[in-house]
């Protein structure tokens, strides 16, 4: 089984019936939910959160109910990607441009599965250059002060234009050479005016998912 879906599945077992579910976004995060909606077309009940436009297109695709954000109060498990997590669960998350929506989802998460292949696992996180939402106002100055931090900075894009998030922002992807201390970055970063937010997810994931490369499962919890 590809290993996408064999890390997706196992986490698709944590869902039971009646949870709120927050559904994660990208080509991991899709075979979580494409198992969670064939347990639906099953019979079990469930209220989904979606962490983007293109999750909330699958999900509604796959019948699966979805909960309006206005009335989220708590969720219950939310199963999503990383494009990169080290052995104390911190997390680079933003590679498909929906950190923000994720960030915000996870926090009000009771248990948090993070999904990753094997190839996603670092001793010390900066191999994936770090995304940050970013306000378009200013952008300029915003650049400026994330280069300040010691990353080489670049707006992110796609088919010659910025790329624009659902939430009508751009993404910088900032190159560490390494982030020893991700909370400590992420308070720097998130203290520039222009930040939205930013990639890392620090003491957030209670449980990450992850496989040996021959077929087998690793979980970190
Ligand atoms: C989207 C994310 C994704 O979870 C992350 O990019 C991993 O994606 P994939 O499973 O496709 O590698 O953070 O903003």
Do not use: H, W
Request: aromatic share 4%; with cysteine; hydrophobic share 45%.
């Amino acid at each position: 089984m590809n290993p996408k879906q064999l890390v997706g599945e196992a986490a698709a077992a944590y869902v039971k019936d009646n949870m709120i579910v927050g559904l994660g976004t990208g080509s991991t995060a899709y075979f979580a939910i494409m198992k969670i909606g064939e347990m639906v077309k099953s019979g079990m009940k469930i209220q989904g959160v979606p962490t983007s436009k293109a999750t909330e297109k699958l999900a509604l695709e796959l019948n699966i109910s979805l909960l309006p954000i206005s009335d989220v109060k708590k969720i219950d498990i939310t199963i999503d990607g990383a494009d990169e997590f080290d052995g104390n669960k911190n997390l680079i998350k933003g590679g498909g441009a929906a950190l923000l929506r994720e960030k915000i989802i996870a926090s009000v998460t009771d248990f948090y599965i993070i999904i990753a292949d094997a190839a996603k696992k670092s001793d010390v996180l900066g191999s994936f250059a770090l995304p940050v939402e970013v306000t378009p106002f200013a952008k300029e100055i915003t650049l400026m002060q994330l280069t300040a931090l010691g990353c080489i900075a670049q707006f992110r894009e796609k088919d010659g234009g910025l790329v624009i998030t659902d939430n009508q922002n751009l993404i910088v992807d900032c190159k560490f050479d390494k982030i020893p201390n991700p909370a400590e970055m992420n308070m720097k970063i998130n203290q520039i005016p222009g930040v939205v937010e930013n990639g890392l997810f620090t003491g957030m994931a209670d449980l990450i998912i992850s496989e040996d490369g021959k077929g087998g499962l690793i979980k970190l919890d």
